[in-house]
């Protein structure tokens, strides 16, 4: 029986870099191979810490968190929904949020993201806890692509954490089918697929895809779903420059340009992270006080 996050490799459109495709797929045929060894997903406590109002780890968590204490999850390598030995997914990731931002000593989080992407299943589980969370969440990235920074745009603030290896964009959507049709043939195996007379549109574009016609699961699938990604990157980045060749059709750019450009509110560091979450913390205390 495959694993959830077998099939969601399988069964979900993909808003990803194309060099992180190529970086993943190893990690992938490990996935939907089910071959689990000692190379596993990080520690959580790599995943999910606190530091104090300077930056600093608090190491010992088992005491009281003291007030003002920042919590941080690290958003890294490929997204997916549904977590399993190899990867963190979206929905363990987001109850780490979720107990950050119920937590009362805690001011609001970093999320640390380095991503090219992933799942485009993961993006709402993210989104909609970014819509009804309490606190701020200040977004802290390296590589910020595809359905990473369609996350990103979900965050209060954002800040590329170096002016030398973060890139943000990437902003599409792309679907990656494989056919083992000919590998079948080759063993003497013919595959029959019998749709009912009632149900001519069931599969229908995925079937012409497999066909090297690509036109409706272009119209239906990856075209409605990239509209709405770039529309989502409009409003939440108020000041794109929409008119930058490639901006919203996938090109990638470094934190200077990303800058000029409105993908990102600031290039800065982690500390200059902190100090942003506690900023915005006590914004929202004194509208609401």
């Known amino acids: 029986m495959k694993s959830k996050s077998s099939l969601e490799l399988f069964s979900s459109l993909w808003a ?26 990080e520690l959580e406590a790599n995943i999910n810490y606190l530091v104090d109002e300077n930056g600093d780890k608090i190491e010992n ?23 399993n030995w190899y990867l963190w997914g979206a929905d363990e990731l987001v109850e780490m949020l979720e107990a950050l931002d119920k937590h009362p000593n805690v001011v609001g989080t970093i999320l640390r993201i380095d991503s090219g992407g992933g799942a485009v299943k993961a993006v709402p589980v993210f989104a909609n806890f970014l819509k009804r969370k309490k606190k701020p969440v200040v977004a802290l990235c390296d590589i910020c692509a595809s359905a990473a920074i369609w996350v990103k745009s979900y965050c209060d603030y954002s800040f590329a954490e170096n002016n030398i290896s973060a890139m943000f964009g990437s902003i599409g959507v792309l679907a990656h089918l494989f056919s083992y049709k000919k590998f079948y043939e080759d063993l003497g195996i013919e595959e029959h697929i019998i749709v009912s007379d009632y149900s001519e549109d069931k599969n229908k574009a995925f079937t012409l895809a497999e066909k090297g016609k690509y036109k409706l699961i272009k119209e239906e699938y990856l075209n ?56 915005l913390a006590n914004i929202n205390s004194f509208l609401n006080s």
């Open 224 to 279: 409605p779903t990239a509209k709405q990604f770039q529309e989502t990157i409009k409003v939440k980045h108020p000041k794109l420059k929409q008119d930058v060749p490639g901006i919203l059709k996938g090109k990638m750019f470094y934190a200077e340009q990303a800058l000029e450009y409105g993908l990102i509110n600031e290039i800065g560091t982690f500390e200059k992270a902190v100090q942003k979450v506690h900023e």
């Open 61 to 83: 968590r088992s005491n009281d968190i003291p007030p003002g204490t920042v919590g941080v999850v690290n958003l890294i390598g490929p997204m997916i929904k549904y977590g």
């Open 16 to 41: 990803i870099s194309p060099s992180s495709l190529y970086e993943y797929k190893p990690l992938f045929a490990k996935i939907l191979s089910g071959r689990a060894d000692s190379e596993g997903r």
